[in-house]
């Protein structure tokens, strides 16, 4: 027998030993459990053989503990009241669990997390573990159980629900301003463009909705995030096209202004994505339906 299997015996063989030893008796055991006189000596025994030791000396009047059955029932006592105690959390708290919760950083910090709040309110027994992806991981080896996702609804083995579309804008400082209009006026090639890794082809695009030939690399500086590419165009360092509903803070106060309307709606959106073998994971489902109602609440 594998060393592993003999230092795990079956949960039947247990509490029949831990009843035995309570009860001091066979028969009172076999009366707790629901079981027959048969079948509790057998599962002794079976525990006492995967052991290789004697927890009970037997004779005509019942059986007690040997020394070495007394410390162990001490033991297998306490370990069977934990898994007693852990599974009637589980059985009166189904929700009391936990949620490895995948983020974009700054939909994370700008729009989740001041209303995450919310969530936390209905739902106490979940503990939500967040951790920060900016593109295509393993949920598996990771162990994550959801993440939002910005792109197209096309992840492999993965259910994605629609969370929002995203409508970007051109922004900049007050004091560039005036200066970028001129700019967008006579000649948008001299506008310093700040743009965004994950959307490179993004002012290629918003030009050409607009009717300008404008070749998509120009510009000045790339950035990873969406708050740094919103800090640098405070800073007044070029104009920036940034979604309306993550800069909301900047341009009700005045740090950024919007040099056009005239906004840039893409085909890709914010999706909330959970591998198929987590979709009916009850915190993720608490998660889905929050977030639904949250974003259906604060339509116009």
């Not at 800069?247 to 202004?257: F, M, P, S, T």
């Not at 073998?277 to 339509?299: F, G, H, M, N, Q």
Request: glycine share 8%; with cysteine.
């Amino acid at each position: 027998m594998q060393i592993e299997k003999r230092l795990l015996p079956s949960i039947s063989m247990l509490a029949a030993f831990d009843a035995t030893a309570r009860k001091g008796s066979v028969s009172a055991a076999a009366r707790e459990l629901n079981l027959t006189h048969g079948a509790i000596s057998r599962q002794v025994a079976a525990l006492e053989f995967q052991l290789g030791a004697s927890l009970f000396v037997r004779s005509a009047r019942g059986v007690s503990l040997t020394e070495v059955g007394a410390a162990y029932a001490v033991d297998i006592q306490a370990t069977l009241s934990a898994l007693r105690r852990a599974s009637l959390r589980v059985i009166t708290s189904p929700l009391s669990c936990t949620m490895n919760f995948a983020i974009l950083p700054t939909f994370g910090t700008r729009w989740l997390m001041p209303r995450f709040p919310g969530f936390l309110q209905q739902h106490p027994d979940i503990t939500v573990n967040f951790v920060t992806r900016l593109s295509r991981f393993e949920f598996g080896p990771e162990g994550i159980d959801t993440a939002i996702h910005y792109g197209l609804p096309n992840w492999p083995g993965a259910e994605c629900t629609f969370l929002m579309g995203e409508k970007a804008i051109p922004v900049c400082s007050p004091e560039l301003l005036p200066r970028a209009k001129n700019m967008l006026n006579n000649d948008p090639r001299d506008l310093p463009l700040l743009h965004l890794e994950s959307r490179p082809d993004a002012w290629k695009d918003w030009f050409g909705k607009q009717g300008f030939d404008v070749p998509g690399n120009i510009g000045t500086m790339v950035f990873e995030q969406f708050s740094i590419a919103a800090h640098a165009a405070v800073a007044g360092l070029g104009v920036a096209l940034l979604p309306r509903f993550l800069i909301r803070g900047e341009l009700d106060r005045g740090e950024l202004v919007i040099l056009s309307g005239q906004a840039m709606t893409s085909e890709m959106a914010y999706y909330l994505v959970t591998p198929d073998a987590k979709r009916d994971y009850a915190p993720v489902v608490a998660l889905r339906d929050w977030l639904l109602e949250t974003i259906e609440s604060e339509k116009p």
